[in-house]
Every structure is written in structure tokens, then in C-alpha cells.
């Protein structure tokens, strides 16, 4: 019940969510936490006790997983070049796996377990499960027609009330294709047509009939909200607000204004139980998750100067932004970013294709990445290019090695794990190959920053969740049954293997 | 350190306005990629602005020398479907000349007119190793308008682009370097099939099938009574004078007509159409081509295609696969292989592109073909460019390593002879913040 968590020492566990370096520090404080509600959240008294779902605070948590992983046996891969994801590269490497966590990593002198089955890896390379923190897979699925089109809620500046989750079709077939690039997590994000587009919902990339079978146990909402074009371009060409950036903001600060009076008055009644609760507002209380610290702000924002308004918005209103996503112009503000402990998650090869995009550079991560404390991030927004996160990664270290840094892989890697996983508070659990964590792993074909890796097998918590080789671990969703080439093997390679 | 910041800023913007001259100059010890085959340790020589030379001997005497030991040296890639210097900022409609939206003129539509040598996508697709490009229109099914977080507002057909008529245009060559950037006009007209064509015509494939040829009848029609048309002694022909006029080398076979097409079922229908009417097909797209790879085979005709499309996009694409490129290859069509989103700011993606196709079994020099001399060869340029022989333009570039792996550079760029410099703004903005931005002077006073 990490939502009933959060609401009490939501602080320290966001700060540690957002960047502290000292993993065993954030597992601490999490731990630390109470598992029960706190009391302030829960009702004190039996005349505080409200109708079923009349209390938001009552049950935080209306759509829990039912995520069970796949089966899963203990093993040690060994034999690889290990890039951990926390900054090491092992030659030679083992990680061992046992019931579904990782136990162990270290060089070829690390034991293995009795009973552990030995996975042969030499000449290979392995990571951790790659973490696409910006996909609309399942609310923009394949086939991408209208009767599916439902990422974007763009009927109002400000629809926080609605939950991704809600429109998320588990059977897109691009969940296979993206595992099938070595993506373990994903945070499924409503559209950007809305100021406050509605909360996002991060997935363990396993097929499932259901929406719960997918979601990640435990893991924070974030709100997405969006800066810049897309906002004012779709209301003012409806003659509405906003149409400006200046309009923008102004409806960030209204809605702020609008939550911090809806949390006062659920606090005071919570608190004294006097009067009455204000009738339970779902805009507003994704608004107050958000003033609270449990719901996490990712912020669609492409530009230098929008950013650094943003984060004064968040100051004024005494709320934190977790991420920017898009951060085309991140590089121009790396030092300001990294002092705020914010995340910036960006392409590599994007660029141009509006105003807010034209200053987008190649060396954007690797410049964003340079200043202490900052978080630099690779995200996809896109089907097509989650499949290839890695070569984005790679491009990306291309470019920053053109401009004379000196980036090693074993870092670069962190791009699209480790800080990936703190940039949505799940770096607890998942994000680098280190004792404890959650065994997300990718057993690539070559080093992933080359062109020709393959990921060969993909592991979800220690349970095989693909394999290239093997067709009986290449999931077909329902979508794809009997469509034209089903079954069909294109240059030798069987059903599934897109 | 400042100071010579300063400097190679200024340098480099009077290198990327000014013009450049040929040299006469030969690369040496290379991995040289000719195209189609590969030479350890070669030697190229340019002389002219063209190739002169490719083998293992010594460099002439006097010759300035390129020393490309240990890297590796590749034609130019040539960008198929391509927008370089057809537009600027994709969401600012008045620099996008890729896509006319009048219904009084469509095949005439001639984007050369349109093309600008300045246009800061090219110096960006040169880092990427590309030297020429063919600029296709673009249209609605043509992928060229699709740009992620904006597409959901696009609301104009599936690319953001609507085009009103059967044909959206010519396509034409370019070369990436120098103030001439027009390598020939009207190489190709273009046309929009499956979902995209249904649309123009009504919204079924069967009128747009019954449309495409009724319009050839009307063509040749015309070219046969161009008399009777003057002095208005004709029947009403459906399209305008120009659009006919630009047709009659599509109906008589000569110019070939860029059909985008990607459901098998399409494909079939656009084969029997070309040879029913003699007219000369190049398939874009081709998302479900390999179902049908023998037949597009047998029919001699190529495709441009993206090798990343491997989702069920829509209904047109439900058999879309990553070995695409591969079993088309297989099967003995010649293919080509395009860069990504249009190919006007992300043209360099096209050796990342190329480097899947090989991940997903395109052989090697086969995914080198399909960006080097398939492209020349498909648009009537055979041993003009895309290929390290004599005679080739010396469009050249160097490589740090493999051109397909991201972690290569570009060392040396050259278009006709001529060093290119490797510039280009988003460097530029790069090196005005390399340190952080916080000096004590804004970063404006960088250059």
C-alpha cells in the first residue's frame, strides 16, 4: 500500500525518489514508513466514516494490481558484460536471481547458488530492463484509428480527473513489440492537449487480459501536465483560454488555487471533524495527490524558458516537479535542473518539427546530464521508437562524444534505467541490476549501443518474459491472431517476432 | 579557452555561408565501401568534382591526401522520399513546401520551385553522411507529416498532410551542398493508394482504381488532341491543362509515378494497374510487401521503404514486419531504404535505419545498396552518384567507424569534391552551452 504510504513521509520519500544517489537511503526511508494508513488519513472516529467512495482518502487505491509475474525460475546469468545500471560494467560478469529479486552481481568469482539454473551469456551483454517513462501504448494503440484514440481527453484545459488507465487497451500490440526492445516498465501517460491531462499509470510490461494485470504494484501516480504549443493551440483554436502561454499559466495557478482550498477543507474535517467534507472532487484531488506529495508532476515541456516558469509555478503553489518530459531545450537550463532535482527526459534525434522543437540537439542528454546531482532521461513517446531506446541512448553518447566528453556506456545506461526509474519513483524497485531489486533483465545479443543488438531474452521479474529464439516466448496479442501473415515466418522468422 | 570558442564559431559560420571550392584530392587506407563492393586499405581519387579512381594503389603525386587509416569510407547516402529543403519547422505551414493543398493544380505541382539551398535541415542530414536526396511530395498516407506528440491534433489524414487530388506532385533531386542544390527537376510524380487515395476519391479503394485510369484515358486523350483542346473543340477533361500536361510522360511510361501503397491486397492492384496501363511503378511504403515479395518481384518493380514499420498502424499494415527490407531483398526486389518522419530533420536517421534492417537480415551490403546505389539507380542516376566508381560524382564521406552504428562519426564529408564542413546550428547551439549557460556573460554574447 505504498499510496497510503506516501501520505505520510510523502517528502522523504519523493526526495529520495527524485534523486538521491544512495540507494540503501531511499530504502530506508521507505521502509521506515508505516504500512497502515496514517492517521491523519484515516477516519478517527465512526461519524468520519463516509458512503463507499465519498472519501478519496479512504481507499487510495479503487484499481489495485493484480499483477502476479510471470513464472519464474532462480538462476544466474553468467558469463555477460554486466552494465548495471548504477553506474558499473562488469566483464565476465553474474547476476543471480532468486525468487524474482536480484541476490547477487559481481565478477566471474561470484557464487552460484545450488539449485540456481546457469544461464551462458558470454560474449553478450546485459542490463537492466529498459524503462520507457513516456509511452501511450494502450491509450494509442495499433491500429491507431479513431474508434482507439483515447490518449487525449481534450474537452477541457484541465481534465486531472482522468486516469489513463482507464482507456488503456492491454491487448496493443506494441506492449510485445517494446518487450521485445528490452522494456520492463513503462509509465502510460494521458495525451498533451490539456494543461492537466490527467494521471498516468506505470505498467510491468507483461501481457494480461486486464489493465490491472499489468500495473505496477505500489508505484506513484504522476499527474501529466503540458507546457507550451500544444495547450494553447487546441483551446485558442476554439477561441477558449488558453491561447497563449500567459494563458497557460494562468490556469495552472487557477487550478492550484482551487486545490489547496478542496485539501484544507478535507484536512480540517479529517483533522477536527467538524462540519461538512466538501463533495469529493476528482479534479481536485489528483491536484491535492499532487500538493500532498503522493502524485508525481510530469511535465510535458519543451523549452528553456518554460521550465524555468514551471518550477516558479511549483514554488509558488509548494508543490514539486518530478520531471520534464521533452525537454528539448533541458541542455540551455542543465545546471538550474540539476540544483531543483529535477528529471529531464528527452530524445536524441527529434527535432524541428514545431517551434518548441527547432533548438533540439543530439548532445541534449549528454549535456543535461553533465552538472552534479542532474537526472538525465531518454523517452520515446512513441511505438516505434520504445522498441529502440537503447540505439537513442547510443546516438545520443555518440553526440556527447563528438562535443569531447568523456561518457563511459556503463553510464550512459543509467538514461534509460536507473534514472528513468527515479524520474517516476520507482527506483526502489527496479532500474539497475543491484542486490534487492526487482530482476528486470535484458540479455542483449551484442553491446546495446550497437545497431545490430538484439535484445535475446527479456526477464520480468525473473520470469522469462521474451525470448528471440524461442517462439513459445514471443506473445501474440489477440489483435494479431489470424491477421493477414499470422503464422506466416518473414525470412525465417516465426509469428510474434515483429 | 573562450577566445577560441569564439573563433571556431566564426569560423564555422562563414564556412557554412560561404561557398567552397573543388579540390582534387584522394583518400587513402580506408575500409572504402564503393556501393557495391568493398576495398581494404583503398585509395579513392577525386579529380573534378568527380571519381576518377577506387583501388589499392598509391595516391598521385601532388594530390592533397585525406588519411582515412583505420575508418572507414562510404558513398554519400541518398534520402529517398525525402522533405531536405522542403520545409523548415514542421508545424509552420508557410515553410512547408512539400504538400500543395489546391485542387486546381496536382500533378503539375512542381516542388523544385520551392527548394532552398539555405534550409538549415541540410547541413544536419549532411552529419548524418547524407549528400543527395530525392524531395518527394508529400501526402496524406506518406508518413511525411507525422510528428508524435502533435499528431493527435493533426486531424488532416493520417500523415497531417490532405492531399485533394489523385496525384500530389513531382518529386525532384538534390544534392546537399553548395548554393545549387537542384540536381534535376521532375524525376518522379507521386501518388497516394490505399486508405490515402480511397480518401481522395470518395473514400473506396474501387473508385480510386476506376479514377486513376479514367485520368490516364483523359491524358492520353488530351496528348492526342492537344489541338482540338486549344481551340476547346474536346470534351470537359476532369483535371487542369498542366495536370495533364504533366501526366503524359506518366501515361506513356517514361516518368516513374511513386505510389504509396502498403496493404498486400493494395499492391497486387497497383501491379495489374501498372502493367494494364504500361505505366512504370516505384512502391513506397510496402508495409505488407513481403507477403507479396515474389510478385512485386517478378514485376521488376522497386520500393522505397521504411524498415522500422512493424506495427498495425491501421488496417493497411496489419502484416508489417522488421524483415521487410530483408524478404523483399530475398526475393530479388530492388529496394531503398528511407529515413525517418518524412526525412527532412531526421534524413540521418537513415544509416540507423539501414543498420535494423541488417539486425532484422538484410545482409550488410545489401542495406548498403539500399541507401547508396538502389536510390540512384531507381530515379535513373546509375554510376551518376551513390557509388564510389569512375565517373561518380565524388560525394564521399568518411567515417569513424561502421556508417551504420551510432557511436560513427563523419570525419570528412565531401559533395562533388568539395569538403563540406561539418557544421551546422544545432552544433552551434550545442557549443553555446556546452559550459552550463551561467557565465557572467548570457550566452547570447557566445556566438
Request: with cysteine.
Amino acid at each position: 500500500m505504498l499510496f497510503s504510504r506516501l501520505r505520510g513521509p510523502s517528502l522523504a520519500v519523493l526526495t529520495c525518489a527524485l534523486g538521491a544517489l544512495s540507494l540503501s537511503a531511499c530504502a530506508t526511508t521507505g521502509d521506515a514508513a508505516p504500512k497502515t494508513q496514517t492517521a491523519s488519513a484515516a477516519p478517527a472516529s465512526k461519524d468520519r466514516t463516509m458512503a463507499p467512495g465519498l472519501d478519496g482518502w479512504a481507499n487510495q487505491d479503487p484499481y489495485p494490481s493484480t499483477y502476479r509475474g510471470l513464472p519464474r525460475q532462480d538462476m544466474a546469468i553468467v558469463g555477460a558484460t554486466v552494465l548495471t545500471g548504477a553506474g558499473q560494467k562488469i566483464q565476465n560478469g553474474v547476476v543471480v536471481v532468486t525468487d524474482g529479486r536480484i541476490v547477487a552481481v559481481g565478477g566471474a568469482d561470484t557464487p552460484v547458488p545450488a539449485g540456481h539454473q546457469v544461464v551462458d551469456a558470454r560474449g553478450r551483454y546485459v542490463t537492466p530492463g529498459i524503462i520507457d517513462i513516456h509511452s501511450h501504448l494502450g491509450v494509442y494503440p495499433s491500429p491507431g484509428v479513431q474508434g482507439m484514440s483515447d490518449g487525449n481527453e481534450a474537452t477541457n484545459p484541465n481534465t486531472a480527473q482522468v486516469w489513463a488507465e482507464h482507456s488503456i487497451w492491454p491487448q496493443d500490440p506494441g506492449f510485445n513489440t517494446a518487450r521485445a526492445g528490452g522494456v520492463t516498465t513503462m509509465q502510460i501517460l494521458p495525451g498533451s492537449a490539456n494543461l492537466f491531462g490527467g494521471r498516468g499509470v506505470t505498467l510491468r510490461n507483461v501481457p494480461s487480459v486486464t489493465m490491472q494485470g499489468m500495473k505496477f504494484p505500489n508505484a506513484p501516480y504522476g499527474l501529466k501536465m503540458a507546457c507550451g504549443e500544444n495547450p494553447s493551440r487546441v483551446y485558442g483554436s476554439r477561441n477558449q483560454s488558453p491561447a497563449t502561454g500567459m494563458g497557460n499559466v494562468a490556469g495552472y495557478r487557477a487550478a492550484f488555487i482551487a486545490a489547496r482550498d478542496y485539501k484544507d477543507k478535507w484536512d480540517k474535517w479529517r483533522e477536527t471533524g467538524q462540519g461538512t467534507p466538501p463533495t469529493r472532487n476528482l479534479q481536485l484531488e489528483t491536484l491535492a495527490g499532487v500538493l500532498d506529495g503522493s502524485v508525481l508532476i510530469q511535465n510535458h515541456c519543451y523549452r528553456a524558458d518554460e521550465m524555468a516558469v514551471m518550477l516558479d509555478v511549483a514554488k509558488e503553489f509548494g508543490y514539486k516537479i518530478t520531471t520534464f518530459h521533452h525537454a528539448v531545450e533541458a541542455y540551455k537550463v542543465a545546471p538550474l535542473l540539476a540544483r531543483e532535482g529535477v528529471c529531464a527526459a528527452m530524445w536524441t534525434g527529434w527535432w524541428g518539427f514545431k517551434m518548441e522543437a527547432l533548438d533540439g540537439i543530439e548532445e541534449n542528454a549528454a549535456l543535461t546530464d553533465a552538472p552534479e546531482g542532474s537526472c538525465a532521461v531518454i523517452h520515446s513517446d512513441d511505438a516505434e521508437l520504445i522498441q529502440r531506446l537503447n540505439q537513442e541512448a547510443a546516438a545520443a553518447l555518440s553526440a556527447g562524444r563528438r562535443a569531447g566528453m568523456n561518457i563511459a556506456e556503463e553510464h550512459a545506461i543509467s538514461w534509460i534505467t536507473l534514472n528513468a526509474a527515479k524520474s517516476i519513483g520507482i527506483d526502489k524497485e527496479t532500474g539497475s541490476l543491484e542486490n534487492g531489486k526487482r530482476a528486470d533483465v535484458v540479455i542483449w545479443s551484442a553491446d546495446p549501443f550497437s545497431i545490430y543488438a538484439r535484445a535475446d531474452q527479456v526477464f520480468i521479474d525473473g520470469g522469462l518474459a521474451y525470448d528471440r529464439a524461442n517462439p513459445a516466448f514471443q506473445p501474440v496479442s489477440d489483435f494479431e491472431l489470424g491477421q493477414p501473415g499470422f503464422g506466416q515466418a518473414a525470412v525465417g522468422v516465426a509469428q510474434g517476432a515483429r | 579557452m573562450r577566445i577560441n570558442t569564439l573563433l571556431a564559431g566564426a569560423v564555422a559560420a562563414i564556412a557554412l555561408a560561404g561557398p567552397a571550392l573543388a579540390q582534387d584530392v584522394a583518400i587513402t587506407g580506408g575500409r572504402v565501401l564503393t556501393g557495391t563492393s568493398v576495398i581494404e586499405n583503398g585509395t579513392v581519387v577525386i579529380r573534378g568534382g568527380k571519381v576518377v579512381s577506387v583501388g589499392t594503389g598509391a595516391a598521385p603525386a601532388g594530390l592533397r591526401v585525406i588519411d582515412a587509416r583505420g575508418k572507414v569510407v562510404a558513398p554519400g547516402f541518398v534520402a529517398v522520399d525525402s522533405g531536405l529543403a522542403g520545409t523548415e519547422v514542421g508545424s509552420v505551414r508557410g515553410t512547408n513546401d512539400l504538400a500543395n493543398r489546391a485542387n486546381t493544380l496536382t500533378a503539375a505541382f512542381d516542388l523544385s520551385y520551392g527548394l532552398d539551398p539555405w534550409s538549415f535541415t541540410l547541413p544536419v542530414a549532411r552529419l548524418g553522411g547524407v549528400t543527395r536526396a530525392v524531395v518527394t511530395p508529400q501526402h496524406g498516407g506518406s508518413g511525411g507529416g507525422h510528428s508524435h506528440d502533435d499528431s493527435d491534433f493533426a486531424g488532416a489524414g493520417a500523415g497531417g498532410y490532405q492531399t485533394p487530388g489523385l496525384f500530389a506532385g513531382q518529386a525532384a533531386v538534390i544534392k546537399l551542398g553548395g548554393s545549387d542544390i537542384l540536381v534535376k527537376p521532375r524525376v518522379a510524380m507521386t501518388a497516394p493508394f490505399g486508405e490515402a487515395g480511397a480518401t481522395v476519391a470518395g473514400g473506396a479503394r474501387g473508385a480510386e482504381f476506376v479514377l486513376f485510369k479514367e485520368t490516364l484515358a483523359e491524358t492520353r486523350l488530351y496528348a492526342r488532341n492537344k489541338a482540338a483542346y486549344d481551340r476547346a473543340a474536346l470534351r470537359d477533361l476532369s483535371l487542369s491543362r498542366a495536370d495533364l500536361e504533366a501526366l503524359i510522360p506518366v501515361a506513356e511510361g517514361r516518368m516513374p509515378l511513386i505510389v504509396t501503397v502498403n496493404r498486400a491486397a493494395d499492391i497486387r492492384q497497383v501491379l495489374r494497374l501498372a502493367r494494364e496501363e504500361g505505366v512504370k511503378v516505384i512502391l513506397d511504403g510496402a508495409a505488407e510487401g513481403w507477403l507479396v515479395a515474389d510478385e512485386i518481384a517478378a514485376a521488376k518493380v522497386p520500393v522505397l521503404l521504411h524498415p522500422l514499420t512493424n506495427l498495425p498502424s491501421n488496417f493497411e499494415m496489419r502484416a508489417a514486419r522488421m524483415q521487410n527490407a530483408a524478404a523483399l531483398n530475398a526475393a530479388g526486389v530492388v529496394i531503398a531504404i528511407k529515413g525517418n518522419e518524412g526525412g527532412a530533420h531526421r534524413a540521418r536517421d537513415l544509416r540507423y535505419n539501414a543498420g535494423n534492417a541488417v539486425s532484422h537480415g538484410l545482409p550488410f551490403a545489401a542495406a548498403i545498396q539500399a541507401i547508396t546505389v538502389n536510390p540512384a539507380r531507381i530515379f535513373g542516376f546509375d554510376g551518376q552518384f551513390g557509388e564510389l566508381k569512375p565517373g561518380a560524382a565524388g560525394d564521399v564521406v568518411v567515417w569513424s567507424g561502421d556508417p551504420l552504428e551510432p557511436l560513427s562519426q563523419p570525419s570528412a564529408v565531401l559533395i562533388d569534391g568539395v569538403e563540406q564542413p561539418l557544421q551546422a546550428r544545432n552544433l552551434l547551439l550545442r557549443d553555446r552551452y556546452r559550459t552550463g549557460g551561467e557565465g557572467a556573460m548570457p550566452p547570447a554574447y557566445g556566438n
